[in-house]
């Protein structure tokens, strides 16, 4: 049976916003054919910056100096942490080079993209982590150019952001954000253009990754985020509470899901949220509330087993573990963008300084992919190569197969390399 609702999600309202979609096609289109005017004339209409878009290399180079030193050190603990683990991936990818059969040779490399765009978000949060993990894993993959963005504010991007984006080895910035930062680096209006869009944004830039891909390539296109908790009888309701409220403080389209199988855990933690969600200051208080009041959830499920099932369903982009036996659910759980084991293991960390990747999937998606890491940076190409010995049996069952499809074509350049291109 399903697991019982001690909270259930009403879901926010309706949307009454434009259509999301229909205008970024006419952004795109517009940027398209107008190229920088157009950019800079979003930039000025929709962020009010004037100023120049492309980062001076001494402001970049400066920013270090306009930050407190406590925070500096902060980033750089959080970069050392995030380049390690992504050099550790890098390193697992290998190429090798096998031979099928006596003469028939194939093999594969793994070559990074020419250039990346990182796309940092602005808005209500700074978001200096965001430029930590994407330009950061770029360049443990190798990539050659990586030109970063973030929307300006009244002086241009924040200086604890650019500091962020030149300890990360960004080889451009430029002061710009939204569906022209996007289209900016996919078009190459101040740089190379980008091989591949990375990094979170609202719902306009993830439409325009989008609508861009194809010829340019995303990771992916990201949603609302979301967590889950999974937490039995040894799990602290005040913990979960705080957990709950801290990932809701993204936004009020952000979901938060609770699933247990302790009914007095359940309960205790829906009295504590309405106190926990009031130790947020202003505006932040009032986007978890709203994102546990439409979208959180309480979930009381029979036994261990319905909460991985459940959490396999729900295919979280954070799932975190507040259960005894952690073994278990780490080799038991499937579907997750990241996974938090232990009750010290709070997601802000994974969100700000662990190592791992936080641009991961939401809204499901997660059933099918896993998070940004230097993979989607990296092409894995294979290549071949034949000689005498394998030519008779390779050529005899491509033209057999070939022929069958019905593709004579391409049963004849088989045929050739055993008997020539004679007509």
Not at 64 to 88: G, Q, T, V
Not at 192 to 198: N, Q, V, Y
Request: glycine residues 10%; charged residues 15%; contains cysteine.
């Amino acid at each position: 049976m399903p697991p019982r609702q001690i909270k259930s999600a009403p879901g926010l309202p309706p949307q009454t916003s434009r259509d999301t979609a229909d205008t970024v096609q006419i952004m795109l289109a517009r940027i398209a054919m107008q190229g920088d005017a157009a950019v800079r004339d979003y930039a000025h209409q929709l962020d009010g910056w004037q100023g120049d878009i492309v980062v001076a290399p001494e402001t970049l180079a400066g920013a270090a100096a306009r930050i407190p030193n406590d925070l500096r050190a902060a980033i750089e603990y959080a970069h050392a942490n995030i380049r390690a683990f992504a050099l550790a991936q890098r390193g697992s990818l290998t190429e090798f080079e096998l031979e099928l059969r006596p003469g028939l040779i194939a093999g594969q490399r793994v070559i990074p993209v020419s250039c990346a765009g990182a796309y940092v978000p602005g808005g209500r949060y700074a978001h200096i982590a965001s430029a930590l993990m994407t330009i950061t894993t770029a360049k443990a993959a190798g990539v050659r150019h990586v030109i970063a963005c973030s929307p300006p504010r009244a002086g241009g991007i924040p200086p604890a952001i650019l500091y962020a984006m030149h300890l990360a080895g960004a080889d451009s910035v430029l002061a710009l954000g939204g569906v022209q930062a996007i289209a900016a680096l996919a078009q190459g209006c101040y740089g190379p253009a980008a091989d591949i869009l990375t990094g979170p944004g609202n719902a306009y830039v993830a439409e325009a990754k989008r609508q861009l891909f194809g010829p340019t390539g995303i990771d992916m296109v990201a949603g609302p985020t979301d967590s889950m908790i999974l937490a039995d009888a040894t799990a602290d309701p005040a913990l979960v509470a705080l957990d709950l409220a801290g990932q809701a403080e993204h936004g009020a389209n952000s979901p938060v899901w609770l699933a247990t199988d302790h009914a007095p855990l359940a309960n205790a933690v829906a009295r504590l949220m309405p106190q926990t969600l009031a130790r947020l200051p202003e505006p932040n208080r009032s986007a978890a509330s709203a994102a546990w009041g439409a979208l959180g959830e309480i979930l009381l499920c029979e036994n261990r087993e319905e909460m991985a099932q459940t959490a396999d369903l729900y295919a979280p982009e954070h799932l975190h573990v507040q259960a005894a036996d952690l073994d278990w659910w780490r080799g038991r759980l499937t579907a997750y963008g990241s996974l938090f084991l232990g009750a010290q293991t709070t997601v802000a960390f994974g969100d700000k300084a662990a190592g791992p990747n936080h641009v991961l999937p939401t809204g499901r998606a997660a059933r099918y992919t896993g998070g940004l890491s230097v993979h989607k940076f990296l092409k894995t190409v294979t290549w071949q190569r034949v000689t005498g010995a394998a030519l008779p049996d390779l050529a005899r069952a491509t033209a057999v197969i070939s022929r069958a499809e019905g593709m004579e074509g391409h049963a004849l350049t088989a045929d050739a390399r055993l008997i020539g291109p004679e007509l």
